[in-house]
T-cell receptor, first 113, second 114 residues
């Protein structure tokens, strides 16, 4: 069965620090990849997605992610975080054959002002 | 435009009680989903509805039933609640089915079964 692994469950950073959240998946074929974010008190919302093409994907609020097929990874990055980036971040993967998204356990990010 | 709405936001049940979680979307989406989220785990799909009148089991359907009442509404029913069903439940919708499509989420229902 497919699985998605997010390496860190909790990350604490200071404002202006750089961020990288890891995501690895187990499926070897064509994949659709997503990062979702849940800000405190808000709904889960899409941050960015990769289907094909340029493996470096840009999303909202200055986030980007890089798909590295050889490493089965889709890591999320931001060069300089802000206090407002405090949220929980979820990686999700679909193999394109059906509707099901496989989700990582999430990473809770806390930014200290 | 409210997006995806869920009721109730919180619920406490005793073992064996039944309840229905309601979900509605006003985005004219065809597909709707029910997930559960447990501590330390990602979201897991309970049921899916590709379009009005169709439903399919997801990864963890046991103990649940669903009804796609119309294009807007998709309800989740627990017939006989068990402590293992304590969780946060999310409803989502998308324009079409398929895993390559963005899903829009409701605020969640926090359910505790004692």
């Amino acid at each position: 069965a497919q699985s998605v692994s997010q390496h860190n469950h909790h990350v604490i950073l200071s404002e202006a620090a750089s961020l990288e959240l890891g995501c690895n998946y187990s499926y070897g074929g064509t994949v659709n990849l997503f990062w979702y974010v849940q800000y405190p008190g808000q709904h889960l919302q899409l941050l960015l997605k990769y289907f094909s093409g340029d493996p470096l994907v840009k999303g909202i609020k200055g986030f980007e992610a890089e798909f590295i097929k050889s490493k089965f990874s889709f890591n999320l990055r931001k060069p300089s975080v802000q206090w407002s980036d405090t949220a929980e971040y979820f990686c999700a993967v679909n193999d394109g054959s059906n509707y099901q998204l496989i989700w990582g356990a999430g990473t809770k990010l806390i930014i200290k002002p | 435009n409210a997006g995806v709405t869920q009721t109730p936001k919180f619920q406490v049940l005793k073992t064996g009680q039944s309840m229905t979680l309601q979900c509605a979307q006003d985005m004219n989406h065809n597909s709707m989903y029910w997930y559960r989220q447990d501590p330390g785990m990602g979201l897991r799909l309970i049921y899916y509805s590709a379009s009005e009148g169709t439903t399919d089991k997801g990864e963890v359907p046991n103990g649940y039933n669903v009804s796609r009442l119309n294009k807007r509404e998709f309800s989740l029913r627990l017939e006989s609640a068990a402590p293992s069903q304590t969780s946060v439940y999310f409803c989502a919708s998308s324009v079409a089915g398929g895993g390559g499509v963005e899903q829009y989420f409701g605020p969640g229902t926090r359910l505790t079964v004692t």
